[in-house]
Nanobody, 124 residues
Framework: QVQLVESGGGLVQPGGSLRLSCTAS????????IGWFRQAPGREREGVIC????????YYVDSVKGRFTISRDNAKNTVYLQINSLKPEDTGVYYC?????????????????WGQGTQVTVSS
């Protein structure tokens, strides 16, 4: 069964850090570029960062530059999202997804498999 599972979310104070994990079963993540998306309350899901499968180039939106880092451990079939200097506006459900085209577009429709999401809440 093909499945993506996110974990590592939680409640954290502003300025804190979290490491989210995206683990695959039923297929090898190293065949895909992997994107992380987030959906804030009342807002549309948006792409924030992606790592390519070809050369591990990272693509990200300006709002997360310098704070979000994506990496992959193919031996564990897992992609990580390290989030530092968390802000209240980072609050939302974070999803990972596979990009079969390898373009690391931030467009939702270009991704096929999705996890169920993990909640990140940044609040004092």
């Amino acid at each position: 069964q093909v499945q993506l599972v996110e974990s590592g979310g939680g409640l954290v104070q502003p300025g804190g850090s979290l490491r989210l994990s995206c683990t695959a079963s039923g297929f090898s993540l190293d065949l895909y570029s992997i994107g992380w998306f987030r959906q804030a309350p009342g807002r549309e899901r948006e792409g924030v960062i992606c790592i390519s499968n070809s050369d591990e180039t990272t693509y990200y939106v300006d709002s997360v530059k310098g704070r979000f880092t994506i990496s992959r451990d193919n031996a564990k079939n897992t992609v990580y999202l390290q989030i530092n200097s968390l802000k209240p506006e980072d609050t939302g459900v974070y999803y990972c997804a596979t990009d079969p085209y390898g373009t690391c577009s931030m467009e939702i429709h270009t991704y096929d498999y999705w996890g169920q999401g993990t909640q990140v809440t940044v609040s004092s």
